[in-house]
Each structure stands twice: as C-alpha cells, then as structure tokens.
C-alpha cells in the first residue's frame, strides 16, 4: 500500500522567512496530494492540493510543487506569520480508491516574532 | 467552519461503556469518513460511506460500529473500547468517493477518553 514519509517533524522559523515541508510517497499511481493546517483543538483544514497533471500550485502565500518521477511533493510558506503556526499534514491518494488519504506523519511548525 | 459539525467534542468513558459519536455535514457531499488521529502517529482511516453504503473497512476492531442512515449524518458507536482507543476521532466528507479523489473536509474531532 501507499507510504508517505514527511520532513521534517519540527520547524521553527522567523517571522517572514520561508517554510518548506516535504514529503515522499511510494505508490507511482497516487495522483492526489491535498495539505492540511490543523490547528490546537480543530480538525485539519485543508488548505491547498494539487493534482498529478500538474507541477505546482499556488495560492497567494502558499505553493505545493509536485515531483512525479522522484515521488515528492513540498509545501511552500512565504512570508510567514506567526498565524501559521500549527502541524501541518500531506497526504496522497488515488483514483478508485475510494477517497482513502495516506496521511504523512505531520510538522509542527512554529513561527517566532 | 468547514460545514462540518461533531459531537460531542470530548468524552471520557469507562471500558464497559456504550456511547455513539454523531457528525453532521452541511456541504451536501455523497461521501463521509471516519478517521482515528493518535498523539505521534498519522491519521488513520476507519471507515468509509458512498451514499450510505460503506465501501472501506479499514480492519477496524469490531468494538467500532459505524452507522449511516443518511449521506448528512454519520455514526460511531462504540462498545467495550480499550485504554489505547484514546484519540481524536475525526470525521470527514467530500463531493463523492471512488472513480476520483476529491477534496476532503474534516470537522472539528472528538476527543475520546477510555478510562
């Protein structure tokens, strides 16, 4: 089955630097990768994805860019605020597999002013 | 507000006790999920409903038992659990599950305490 592996597990960063959070999967035929923010005491929202057809994705602050033949896919944060701090998910999935998310294991990012 | 509610939010119950988790979802989705998060390990799927029919079962202990009588309303009851179900139990939704991934839409969890 799919394996998703995510580096790294902390991450402190200054307010208005960058964050980056990569995340390696197994299974070629994954062709989903949704990122989730989960925040303390909330669900995770999802907060950008991007599909196999393409090679990045953006949305103001946040870009996801996908590597389809080494197998990974990273979450961009510029310009961070300390609103941004949270754990932050990736996940694969696949097409009839009837919606199942591999979720990686999650970052903990904190943002210091 | 994603459009998904849960409740309750927190419950503690002894291991010889019978409760039931409640999730509503106001998105007008076909799909529902349940879904087990555990301090240090990724969340895990449970269970999945296509339009009230459940379609994944993910070797889930029979202790958990899912009910969904309609595509806006979803069960958990639980039955003589064990200390290490412990965890946020979330619940999703989404457009549709199958032929396709569609985006997924999780509420707020319920924070279960087996004592």
């Known amino acids: 089955g799919e394996n998703v592996e995510q580096h790294p597990s902390t991450l402190s960063v200054q307010e208005g630097d960058s964050a980056v959070i990569k995340c390696t999967y197994s299974?070629?035929?994954?062709?989903?990768f949704p990122w989730y923010k989960q925040e303390l005491g909330k669900g995770p929202q999802l907060i950008i994805d991007?599909?196999?057809?393409?090679g990045e994705k953006k949305d103001q602050r946040i870009a996801v860019t996908l590597n389809k033949t080494a197998k990974h896919f990273s979450l961009h944060i510029t310009e961070t605020q300390p609103e941004d701090s949270a754990v932050y998910f990736c996940a694969a999935s696949k097409t009839d597999s009837w919606g199942k998310l591999q979720f990686g294991a999650g970052t903990q990012v904190v943002v210091t002013p | 507000e994603t459009g998904v509610t849960q409740t309750p939010r927190h419950l503690v119950m002894g291991m010889t006790n019978k409760k039931s988790l409640k999730c509503e979802q106001h998105?007008?989705?076909?799909?529902m999920y349940w879904y087990k998060q555990s301090a240090k390990k990724p969340l895990e799927l449970m269970f999945v409903?296509?339009?009230?029919?459940?379609?994944e079962n993910n070797s889930v202990p029979s202790r958990f038992s899912p009910e969904c009588p309609n595509s806006s309303h979803l069960f958990l009851h639980l039955h003589t659990l064990q200390p290490e179900d412990s965890a946020l139990y979330l619940c999703?939704?989404?457009?549709?599950?199958?032929?396709?991934?569609?985006?997924?839409?999780f509420g707020p969890g319920t924070r279960l305490t087996v004592t």
């Open positions: 998105l007008g989705h076909n799909a």
């Open positions: 991007i599909r196999s057809n393409v």
């Open positions: 299974d070629s035929a994954s062709n989903y």
């Open positions: 999703a939704s989404s457009q549709d599950a199958g032929n396709d991934a569609y985006e997924q839409y």
């Open positions: 409903y296509s339009l009230e029919e459940r379609v």
